[in-house]
């Protein structure tokens, strides 16, 4: 189970709102009632939204078991003689995986212009915990965003560019819910240092009950451009925050703060798993067929590997075939030397996380493709050296490849990670991918877990590796649900379940 993964999907979740302990005061309404609000429709601004008067705490819920809070808080502020919007949110995400509790922590601070339209002036976040300790700041100008990374005493400065950052995506679901509309725009993701299209829309209104009080709230749905499945939020017309939910997997509840801290023991291993009939084979090449149900149509994307087809019953049938690449014939792979020919920028970038340019990184890429002439060969040299130098340590994570290659251990994420930003190191177009995998542990029980391993490019074609199991070739009990920056697979835990097999010989 990817840890990242579900600090980001549980962290992306939450709005940057709160408490506007507002200086200078501006003049407070109260929410008019929704007929006003409708006609007055994109009329309210980010400084008139109404919210609570105080910091909001949420308990963060994974398939039942609270595994986290967070806290979150606007409020209007002078710095240095200039009027500004200041957001903070601050996220704590334990949980117990293969046997070792994992902790991570994430503050971030925003500071925008206070008025409509206000751009982003400068930011901080930090993380620490399991993933390593690190720290950006930074400032910007217009569109541009400058970076420092601080981690394990390194300094890093970075530039992005294209960032549409305003005063309204510090609140855009109470602002979204207010205009009856929609709020979105070019976001800065201080995780990835990138920019993230962002949008929150306004989907309709709903009677909801608790506490032997019924009330009626907005809905407001908040996605990333090409998400597959959006966080779902409800808002009370006092700008009460009273639910959030991706999927039927995470859910985030409004709590006083010494509630909100009082975390169950979560066992990602068991929450996550999805239980089998029975063992499968791990031979290339090998063609399996899952029955699923509980996968969105969303989610079916096809590929060389992967064919979808709808089932009975609204299941899903998906047949995942491993074969021998034709990168494999070494006069069809692609020369290494261009490899990267009209590739994605994406899939060839060093970003904080596949931070190619480091020295010892770069060092260990041209050592381990020694005289490897083509992309696959190169790739596969170089996952064989990520599988034999890391130890397989469950829970102990680390965000950088540079991190991971200096810490010589790791689970499945930081094996990834690692492959990626040495693929790129040489040009080799490479991204990482998520979803299931088939496994056995300790318990004896056959089930499919979360899983990520890597894609590299050559012959025309996207080839899987596992440098985590050592697999020059992904086996077909690699089930693909998702890659690069998406996190919304995560929502699906606890709604996925395979309900047939039936294993193939190859095609």
Request: aromatic letters at 4%; charged letters at 30%.
């Amino acid at each position: 189970m990817r840890r990242l993964a579900l600090t980001l999907a549980l962290t992306l979740a939450i709005p940057l709102g709160g408490c506007p302990e507002q200086r200078p005061e501006p003049t407070r309404k109260k929410a008019p009632p929704q007929g006003a609000l409708a006609a007055g429709k994109g009329a309210v601004d980010v400084l008139g939204v109404e919210r609570p008067a105080a910091p909001q705490w949420f308990g963060l819920y994974l398939v039942g078991q609270k595994a986290g809070w967070s806290k979150v808080d606007l409020r209007r502020e002078i710095r240095d003689g200039r009027d500004v919007l200041v957001g903070r949110a601050e996220t704590l995400v334990r949980a117990t995986v293969g046997g070792r509790e994992v902790e991570r922590r994430q503050e971030e601070e925003r500071v925008y212009e206070a008025r409509a339209g206000g751009r982003l002036l400068s930011f901080r976040a930090a993380w620490s915990g399991d993933g390593g300790d690190r720290t950006v700041t930074g400032t910007c100008e217009r569109s541009t965003c400058r970076a420092v990374l601080v981690a394990a005493g390194a300094r890093e400065e970075r530039v992005v560019e294209g960032v549409r950052d305003t005063a309204e995506l510090a609140d855009g679901v109470r602002l979204a819910a207010a205009r009856r509309s929609t709020v979105s725009g070019g976001q800065l993701d201080l995780e990835k240092l990138r920019v993230r299209e962002l949008r929150d829309v306004f989907v309709g209104r709903e009677r909801i009950a608790g506490a032997g009080v019924e009330e009626e709230v907005s809905v407001v749905e908040e996605s990333e451009e090409g998400d597959r499945m959006a966080a779902r939020f409800r808002v009370a017309d006092d700008g009460r925050i009273v639910e959030i939910r991706l999927g039927e997997a995470i859910v985030a509840r409004p709590e006083p703060e010494a509630s909100a801290k009082r975390l169950d023991r979560v066992d990602l291993f068991s929450l996550g798993r999805v239980p089998l009939p029975g063992p499968l084979p791990r031979e290339v090449p090998r063609t399996i067929v899952y029955r699923l149900s509980g996968l969105p149509q969303a989610f079916q994307k096809g590929d060389g590997r992967q064919r979808f087809e709808r089932g009975p019953g609204g299941t899903t049938v998906l047949t995942v075939t491993a074969r021998r690449p034709a990168a494999a014939d070494p006069a069809k792979d692609t020369p290494l030397a261009k490899a990267g020919a009209g590739a994605d920028p994406e899939d060839l970038a060093s970003t904080p996380q596949a931070n190619f340019e480091a020295p010892e990184v770069a060092r260990l890429a041209r050592e381990a493709a020694g005289d490897a002439r083509g992309a696959y060969e190169a790739a596969r040299r170089l996952s064989a050296a990520v599988y034999e130098r890391l130890d397989k340590a469950y829970g102990s994570s680390h965000d950088r490849a540079s991190d991971v290659l200096a810490a010589g251990k790791g689970d499945c994420t930081e094996h990834s990670v690692l492959l990626v930003a040495l693929a790129r190191s040489l040009g080799i177009p490479a991204r990482a991918v998520h979803g299931l995998v088939y496994a056995r542990y300790e318990d004896g029980k056959d089930a499919l877990y979360w899983h990520a391993w890597v894609e590299v490019r050559s012959a025309g074609e996207w080839i899987a590796l596992d440098p985590t199991f050592g697999q020059p070739v992904a086996d077909a009990t690699h089930l693909a649900l998702g890659g690069g920056n998406k996190v919304d697979t995560v929502g699906l835990l606890g709604s996925l379940k395979v309900t047939g097999v039936e294993v193939k010989g190859t095609k």
